[in-house]
């Protein structure tokens, strides 16, 4: 069983920035890819970033490209989303997800296994 647990979430300003974390119970960041997710006030959960297991390839969504950065840490068992000048519209759960492949990329259905989310707003 793989658990995953998002942290880092929290209030901030507009062009604030945040770093959340994504720790994994066992060891699977050898075997998987991790994707970041979220979803905002009455809206669909959407794919913002992935990086991948071999080559830490990274994808990220259109709205988030020069701002945020994804990183792994294999020794800390962690993923890392770092996120700058956040705007309102980067209101959102975030939720972590790993997927037993290679490559990864932004599909939901993809992933096997989901954290329980952590909150960001972004407010004045």
């Known amino acids: 069983q793989v658990q995953l647990v998002e942290s880092g979430g929290g209030l901030v300003q507009p062009g604030g920035s945040l770093r959340l974390s994504c720790a994994a119970s066992r060891r699977i960041l050898d075997v998987y890819a991790i994707g970041w997710f979220r979803q905002g006030p009455g809206k669909e959960r959407v794919g913002v970033s992935c990086i991948s297991l071999y080559d830490d390839k990274t994808v990220y969504t259109d709205s988030v490209k020069g701002r945020f950065a994804i990183a792994r840490d294999n020794a800390a068992n962690r993923v890392y989303l770092q996120m700058n000048s956040l705007k309102p519209e980067d209101t959102a759960i975030y939720y972590c997800?790993?997927?037993?492949?290679?490559?990864?990329?932004?599909?939901?259905?993809?992933?096997?296994?989901w954290g329980q989310g952590t909150q960001v707003t972004v407010s004045s």
């Open positions: 997800a790993a997927v037993r492949t290679g490559g990864c990329a932004l599909k939901e259905v993809d992933y096997e296994y």
